[in-house]
């Protein structure tokens, strides 16, 4: 079974407007951590959110936010305000705490942002 | 500045001829990984190494070897490449020492074609 799951294979979103970004995953495990990656055309990989398991709160950073529902096992990327700049391929990765330092990756979303 | 450096970025060869792509990182992670990205697939993991002389395969190990003499480095060695192999390679590494919140670091990618 697919660990994470991403499946939107491509979004498109206007400028200026909020666009979320689906991510759900499976783990028995009850320690475990959640990440975004954005991946520009340049091909780097950039480090964006990350949420705990035990978080009681959301994790916020700038205009990303993560819409953490753990009963559902999802976490989807919320992007604020978009900007022509947040087109790229963006990915969820999950590392859980009994399978010591593992990321597992989703197959990635590309966003679109629009003028 | 702290960060993962592989090299070549650009890298075209024949089939068969033995090959190295080299990852260092400057940052005194215990955790090193490797990832092909292919469309459609995402991040596979390769191989990884959760410290000095000790490394244990991903999900899609078959034709590749790596190493870890030395905590900084983490090379990856094709013996025998082949197409298939065709690929964007991603070093990265983490501390998970530093907690379960420690993201990956990666490099910038290398993007080898076997002909």
């Known amino acids: 079974a697919q660990k994470i799951t991403q499946t939107q294979p491509g979004m498109f979103v206007q400028e200026k407007e909020a666009v979320t970004l689906d991510c759900t995953y499976d783990?028995?495990?009850?320690?475990?951590?959640l990440f975004w990656y954005k991946q520009p055309s340049s091909g780097e990989m950039i480090f964006l959110i990350y949420?705990?398991?035990?978080?009681?709160q959301n994790a916020t950073e700038g205009r990303y936010s993560l819409n953490f529902q753990k009963a559902r096992k999802s976490a989807n990327l919320v992007i604020s305000a978009s900007q022509l700049g947040d087109s790229a391929m963006y990915f969820c990765?999950?590392?859980?705490?009994?399978?010591?330092?593992?990321?597992?990756f989703g197959t990635g979303t590309s966003l679109t942002v629009i003028p | 500045e702290a960060q993962v450096t592989q090299n070549p970025r650009y890298l075209i060869t024949v089939t068969g001829k033995k090959l190295t792509v080299t990852c260092s990182q400057n940052?005194?992670?215990?955790?090193m990984s490797w990832y092909r990205q292919d469309p459609g697939l995402g991040l596979r993991q390769i191989y990884y190494?959760?410290?000095?002389?000790?490394?244990d395969k991903g999900d899609v190990p078959e034709g590749y070897k790596v190493s870890r003499k030395e905590k900084r480095n983490f090379p990856l060695i094709l013996e025998s490449p082949s197409p298939n192999q065709t690929s964007l390679y991603f070093c990265?590494?983490?501390?998970?020492?530093?907690?379960?919140?420690?993201?990956?670091?990666f490099g910038n990618g290398t993007r080898l074609t076997v002909t």
């Open positions: 190494s959760m410290n000095v002389e000790v490394t």
């Open positions: 949420q705990g398991s035990y978080d009681q």
């Open positions: 783990t028995s495990d009850p320690s475990y951590g």
């Open positions: 990765a999950m590392r859980e705490d009994n399978t010591g330092n593992q990321f597992y």
């Open positions: 990265a590494s983490s501390s998970p020492s530093r907690g379960y919140n420690s993201p990956l670091h």
């Open positions: 940052m005194n992670h215990e955790y």
